[in-house]
């Protein structure tokens, strides 16, 4: 697997590498390397990981950012070449953001190794979001969605992140048989029940994820101000997975400039172990993103992971999130409005019944929903990929009680 991430904290690549090692799989990983994470390799669960470039985030500017990922395709692709020739690897799993990253795998794809792009995130409308740029078809928006197309075809398999964008991208880059869906469900060998073992009589809301602009942070923050006033004891924490970035130098000047005092407390990373921990030990988790950006069909995966540990969610109602969760599971409010928010956590707060209500039906979706019923699948489509057929091979009578085989085909896993 091929990531610009932080293996520790990316709970979607980490919960297909680790289930393949637990079949017995040789995995190895290709990342970032987190916050006080030494570059160098490491053995996590039966998966190596290859940490072989820090990542600073603090990109102002689309330049920055293009030299950095360039800068990490070049290097990933060394590393894959030469590991490649020592090992023969079957399938490269390759994550977006970027796209182009697939083209890493150059050397593995020309002698013989199958690969899959999975897209986390659709670039062209993150970069729009992310740097405000408005071009729909030309620029830099029309470079990257020839980019995704032109990834989409070096590869044998896209997945998309959720149903939204697997339509936008079977319009645009990728025949739709070769394209499925796998949503960032939750992971219940990580997000297992905790007990809360916190005793305080303070109410904490919490937020682990990244403090971009989509999240809708800085209309939390107002709508916590809102919530303070009448719970004095109320305290926001927000985990910024992955790094903060100038983006938390800005609301925190917004929580001084309303007068928070301390309680919105910015409690920097954490590797994905810990998470858990950290939400059952809160009273309310919140997804605030904006309907009217990026956020609208970005697939929210803490939702599950609050819903795993018994903590009601406070959602903003956006296209994607009501499509997957209705009212019954999570209190949606209106997306922008931190007045609407601050009611919808106040109401929460103050009525157990609705409490009790969300939290039993949270843990019942998350029994349906979660990794276990999808793992199969991904197995599936890898073995799928890691097969080669023998058309000119017929079995003798002997080959039939020990060989696989379908009709004239012979099936040998490689």
Not at 34 to 44: A, C, K, N, T
Not at 59 to 81: D, H, I, M, N, Q
Not at 296 to 307: G, L
Not at 389 to 404: E, G, K, V
Request: with cysteine.
């Amino acid at each position: 697997m091929v990531t610009y991430s932080s293996y520790e904290s990316d709970n979607r690549v980490r919960r297909y590498a680790e289930a393949l090692a637990k079949r017995g799989d040789q995995v190895e990983v290709i990342a970032l390397a987190g916050p006080d994470v030494p570059l160098g390799s490491d053995e996590i669960s039966g998966v190596t990981v290859y940490r072989i470039q820090r990542r600073d985030r603090n990109e102002r500017g689309k330049w920055t950012y293009a030299w950095r990922l360039l800068r990490f395709l070049s290097v990933s692709s060394s590393v894959l070449r030469r590991r490649h020739k020592r090992l023969r690897y079957d399938l490269i799993h390759i994550h977006n953001m970027p796209d182009f990253l697939v083209f890493a795998a150059w050397y593995p794809k020309w002698t013989g190794a199958k690969l899959i792009l999975d897209i986390h995130d659709l670039v062209p409308e993150l970069f729009a979001s992310k740097f405000d740029a408005n071009d729909k078809g030309g620029g830099y928006i029309g470079f990257l969605k020839a980019v995704e197309k032109e990834s989409a075809r070096f590869v044998d398999h896209v997945i998309a992140s959720n149903h939204f964008w697997r339509e936008k991208l079977v319009a645009r880059s990728v025949p739709r048989e070769k394209c499925s869906v796998f949503l960032n469900h939750v992971d219940l060998a990580i997000f297992y029940r905790r007990p809360r073992t916190r005793s305080n009589e303070k109410l904490i809301v919490v937020f682990p994820g990244s403090l971009q602009w989509h999240q809708g942070l800085d209309i939390a923050i107002k709508a916590f101000a809102r919530l303070k006033s009448k719970i004095p004891n109320a305290e926001f924490h927000l985990y910024s997975l992955g790094g903060a970035g100038g983006a938390q130098v800005e609301l925190a000047g917004l929580a001084e400039g309303l007068g928070l005092n301390g309680s919105v407390k910015f409690c920097g990373s954490l590797p994905l172990h810990q998470i858990p921990d950290v939400i059952a030990n809160a009273d309310l988790g919140v997804v605030p993103k904006r309907a009217d950006s990026f956020g609208n069909e970005a697939y929210s995966t803490k939702i599950m992971e609050f819903m795993s540990q018994g903590v009601p969610v406070v959602a903003s109602r956006t296209k994607v999130d009501s499509f997957y969760f209705d009212d019954a599971a999570v209190r949606m409010f209106a997306s922008g409005d931190d007045k609407s928010m601050a009611e919808a956590m106040l109401e929460v707060v103050e009525h157990k019944a609705l409490r009790d209500c969300l939290i039993a039906n949270g843990y019942k979706y998350v029994e349906q929903h979660s990794w276990d019923t999808r793992r199969d699948d991904y197995l599936k489509l890898v073995d799928k990929l890691t097969t080669e057929a023998f058309a000119d091979y017929a079995p003798t009578a002997a080959h039939c009680s020990t060989t696989l085989f379908d009709e004239s085909l012979t099936i040998r896993s490689r």
